[in-house]
């Protein structure tokens, strides 16, 4: 018992902050130029998404943080009128965390797979689907935690570049 305390704060000082922060997931969207659409998004269930156990899995990103940046970023992207978190939006995006990884190469380098589906909430029908693949290499001060937030800004900045396409057609 009296090398569990130095172990876990080995541990953290190896991992950093053993939980990804949603402010360092929410991607920063500055230089994109995106065309507002007269539509209000329902952001909607996330799913496969993993809770952090320290000592066992490392950091990992969660479904309801990682729904709070998905909702923060679309927010900010000014591509819909309004970004809700209800079912009364024109149309629906739901995400799917299909894997995430953090493996340690000279530093930490995150891979992030998510499945998208858009929806028309109105005619119940399906408009888009995509599978986004991040991968993201964290500087010596950003540790493992580091590593996946950068892989989820990343795959939010290409879910909002993919979307401002497919809905400018």
Same mark, same amino acid.
């Given at each position: 018992?009296?090398?569990? /305390?130095? %172990? &876990?704060?080995?541990?953290?000082? &190896? ?7 949603? $402010? =360092?997931? #929410?991607?920063?969207?500055?230089? &994109? ?6 539509? #209000? !998004?329902?952001? =909607? ?6 809770k952090t156990v320290i000592l066992v899995s490392g950091p990992k990103?969660? @479904?309801?943080?990682?729904?709070? /940046? !998905?909702?923060?970023? %679309? ?5 819909? *009128? ?6 009364? =939006?024109?149309?629906? !995006?739901? /995400?799917?965390? #299909? ?7 000279? =530093?930490?380098?995150?891979? %992030?797979?998510? @499945? ?15 599978? #986004? ?6 500087? $010596?001060l950003e540790l493992a935690t580091g590593a996946n937030e950068g ?9 909002? *570049? *993919?979307?401002?396409?497919? !809905?400018?057609?």
């Amino acid at each position: 018992m009296r090398y569990a /305390a130095p %172990l &876990l704060l080995s541990i953290l000082t &190896l991992t950093g902050c053993p939980f990804p922060r949603v $402010s =360092g997931m #929410i991607a920063p969207l500055g230089d &994109l130029t995106i065309k507002q659409t007269d539509k #209000i !998004l329902s952001v =909607g269930e996330v799913t496969g998404g993993e809770k952090t156990v320290i000592l066992v899995s490392g950091p990992k990103i969660d @479904n309801e943080s990682f729904r709070e /940046a !998905l909702t923060k970023t %679309l927010e900010q992207s000014g591509l819909f *009128k309004a970004v809700v978190r209800n079912k009364s =939006g024109d149309y629906e !995006l739901n /995400a799917q965390i #299909i894997s995430q990884e953090v493996q340690i190469r000279g =530093g930490y380098h995150a891979i %992030l797979f998510v @499945n998208y589906r858009l929806l028309d909430s109105r005619l119940n029908q399906e408009i888009w689907k995509e599978n #986004i693949l991040s991968q993201y290499d964290a500087n $010596s001060l950003e540790l493992a935690t580091g590593a996946n937030e950068g892989a989820v800004r990343d795959n939010l900045t290409q879910l909002v *570049k *993919k979307l401002s396409q497919v !809905l400018s057609r």
